[in-house]
């Protein structure tokens, strides 16, 4: 079992930043590869970002790709995202997620989930 606890979801106006971060415990964190995903009432999860084991490939959803930035640290057993000129558009419940060696942006591919922090972004 991986247990996920995500933190630093806020309230920030356009074009402001924000870092979010998930702690993980349980299992091995650097034989999981992780992802962020987000998700607004009446929609399904979507990919925001991903990252392999070492944290040497990282993948970005397109509608983020140059504003938000997804690392790791091994050692603290931590990912995180930092957001920056976030949009309104960017309102969501955004989830850390745990997946078995390989980075997939598949919401059904991962295999563990934290309960999700939120993120509001007002114009």
């Known amino acids: 079992q991986v247990q996920l606890v995500e933190s630093g979801g806020g309230l920030v106006q356009a074009g402001g930043s924000l870092r979010l971060s998930c702690a993980a415990s349980?299992?091995?964190?650097?034989?999981?590869?992780m992802g962020w995903f987000r998700q607004v009432p009446g929609k399904e999860r979507e990919f925001v970002a991903g990252?392999?084991?070492?944290?040497?490939?990282?993948y970005h959803a397109d509608s983020v790709k140059g504003r938000f930035t997804i690392s790791r640290d091994n050692a603290k057993n931590t990912v995180y995202l930092q957001m920056n000129s976030l949009k309104p558009e960017d309102t969501a419940i955004y989830y850390c997620?745990?997946?078995?060696?390989?980075?997939?942006?598949?919401?059904?591919?991962?295999?563990?989930w934290g309960q999700g922090t939120q993120v509001t972004v007002s114009s």
């Open positions: 997620a745990a997946r078995w060696l390989v980075v997939t942006t598949s919401a059904r591919g991962y295999d563990y």
């Open positions: 349980g299992r091995t964190f650097s034989n999981f590869a």
């Open positions: 990252i392999s084991l070492s944290g040497d490939r990282t």
